[in-house]
């Protein structure tokens, strides 16, 4: 039986990292109180997504946060003015969306304090991260300071522990311990521009990085595409 008092947090937007890091968190005895956000980003089927990860992986409550990044812009993921890249690209891409885990993490933590949970989960990668500079090693210890400095229970309990098990892991690698775990990728959706039923473009960053993970893992990528 899971102690009552092992509780976590985890990140889950219903893509492959994310997945991963929720198969790692219940192997490791927690019970997984999984957080997704409907934040007016154009790949919605990575929600449904999201959902049966969570029923699939045996999450004790699976919550869905209304938010509308879309009314600020500024990312090819909430704007459809803005063309998602079909073509690497040097610096931070268009698919960053401005202080997008910062806003994760602070709405998590918040839902962390009300449940007693003591840890966070969450699936940022500094090694195939895409540019991203709220994904690296600096920005997770950062918050997590932050997290034991402004809250209650930072402060009068025992405080609170930013996990990010794939930070320093290829996308093979990333790939393989999932599998280790049983996790079905095909539940997956990672495409930045995947059409209503979750088939991917094939042509995006995120489709490329996880395409070249499956193939480094010597894996079929159970991924659909659309034509």
Not at 1 to 22: C, E, F, N, P, R
Not at 63 to 74: A, F, N, R
Not at 91 to 111: D, E, K, Q
Request: a negative charge.
């Amino acid at each position: 039986m899971i102690d009552k008092q092992k509780k976590a947090v985890v990140l889950l937007s219903g893509g492959l990292d994310s997945a991963t890091v929720l198969a790692i968190a219940r192997d490791r005895g927690y019970a997984c109180h999984a957080l997704s956000f409907d934040y007016g980003q154009r790949h919605n089927a990575e929600l449904l997504a999201s959902r049966r990860i969570a029923h699939t992986l045996g999450a004790v409550e699976h919550k869905v946060l209304s938010l509308d990044l879309g009314s600020i812009g500024g990312s090819a993921l909430t704007d459809m003015a803005i063309d998602v890249p079909e073509e690497s690209a040097e610096g931070i891409p268009v698919t960053y969306v401005p202080a997008r885990n910062t806003v994760f993490l602070s709405l998590a933590l918040g839902w962390a304090e009300v449940l007693g949970a003591g840890d966070i989960f969450i699936g940022v990668n500094a090694v195939d991260y895409s540019g991203y500079p709220d994904c690296r090693p600096e920005f997770i210890a950062a918050f997590e300071n932050l997290a034991n400095l402004a809250t209650k229970a930072g402060v009068e309990e025992g405080g609170f522990h930013i996990q990010a098990p794939l930070i320093q892991m290829s996308k093979a690698e990333i790939i393989r311990t999932g599998m280790s775990l049983g996790l079905d990728y095909a539940l997956t959706v990672s495409c930045y521009q995947a059409d209503n039923q979750g088939r991917a473009c094939g042509q995006c960053d995120s489709c490329r990085l996880r395409a070249q993970g499956f193939a480094q893992a010597g894996v079929s990528d159970p991924t659909c595409y659309h034509s």
